[in-house]
């Protein structure tokens, strides 16, 4: 696609048709936090956010994303990320992500987006997992949304819901000092144990796959990233068992952007240790007045009951679509 480009149809000839570029990155953010509000989402971004996911090893702004323009205005964008491994069962997977200004809904933004960044994914993911049996996800939203209507109307179905949680930090838990194990703050040496904990805690988990090296390395080093309210559990040798990872896209708020335990540490409630430790972190800090978190609907873990166990109570709910991806 090209940078300056247009459409030919009639009705979209106004638009302006590109790609995302780090000087864009503020009228990016402003349409972000915008479909944020008006889809009922929350997922809000800063312009230092989306200038790393520019940048996020894999994605290449220039051929795999499309940014649409009225004028000054960024009305609509949309991206493909295909990870550099499969997913857990073995499959080559594709993520689409996007959406339009409300006021420009209506008009086939949203179709001709997904035309253009469909076969991008897909040429991805068969030139990342040759052979393999594939799929593309994307976001539906909250239910009776106007994304999930077209992505139905493309072949998506949905596969899974997501509950949001929240808790306000008004009040800390007791912290317990479970026995054998410490509870500790994430530092630069704990990179890379809690990459092997996280790829064992989710080998297991419905949609995930390995995390490589430098992928983990970008999120654990994001600007976001919040390492000070966030909890490892260690073993007695020093490996890390269980972790609550927290990140701040929102002003007064937390999310926790992944809990894990390994398998041979189930069971034992450190997950919830841990998180009891981060909310009270969280609390002292008097810099947050809410913890979120996203988690998936028919977790194998029970993950809901754990959270709603320490004061967490559901917000809403949005879908994860998808298809497969013929065999070649």
């Known amino acids: 696609m090209s940078d300056q480009g247009t459409l030919s149809t009639a009705a979209q000839t106004a638009y302006r048709w590109g790609h995302l570029r780090p000087e864009d990155v503020t009228a990016w953010a402003d349409l972000v936090n915008h479909l944020a ?26 051929t795999d994303s499309v940014a649409v323009w009225d004028g000054t205005t960024m009305v ?64 539906g939203g909250l239910e009776g949304s106007s994304a999930s209507a077209m992505l139905a109307r493309r072949g998506y179905a949905v596969v899974r819901w997501y509950n949001f949680l929240t808790r306000p930090l008004r009040d800390s838990p007791a912290v317990p000092a479970p026995e054998g194990v410490a509870l500790v703050s994430p530092g630069p040496e704990h990179e890379a144990p809690a990459m092997l904990a996280h790829n064992a805690a989710f080998r297991d988990h419905w949609g995930s796959g390995p995390m490589a090296a430098e992928p983990w390395h970008e999120l654990w080093t994001a600007r976001a990233s919040r390492h000070d309210v966030s909890t490892l559990v260690l073993s007695p040798e020093g490996e890390v068992i269980a972790y609550v990872l927290c990140g701040q896209w929102v002003e007064r708020e937390l999310y926790v952007s992944i809990v894990g335990t390994v398998p041979s540490a189930r069971g034992r409630g450190l ?58």
Do not use: C, W
């Not at 499969?86 to 209506?106: A, F, I, M, Q, S």
């Not at 800090?285 to 754990?306: H, K, N, W, Y």
């Open 271 to 328: 997950a919830a240790d841990a998180l009891r430790r981060t909310i009270s972190l969280a609390a002292a800090t008097g810099e947050f007045d809410l913890i979120g978190l996203d988690v998936d609907s028919e977790s194998l873990t029970g993950a809901t009951r754990l959270y709603e166990r320490v004061g967490f109570d559901l917000k809403h709910q949005t879908m994860a679509m998808q298809r497969d991806l013929p065999l070649d």
């Open 76 to 139: 609509a964008f949309a991206t493909a990320q295909v990870p550099q491994t499969p997913d857990h069962d073995g499959h080559g997977r594709g993520y689409l992500e996007g959406g339009v200004r409300e006021n420009h809904r209506g008009r086939g933004i949203g179709r001709r987006l997904m035309d253009l960044v469909e076969p991008r994914a897909a040429e991805l993911v068969t030139q990342r997992h040759p052979g393999l049996a594939a799929y593309l996800r994307a976001g």
């Open 37 to 62: 509000v008006v889809d009922r989402t929350e997922e809000s971004y800063g312009e230092a956010d989306l200038l790393e996911e520019l940048a996020f090893p894999g994605f290449d702004p220039a």
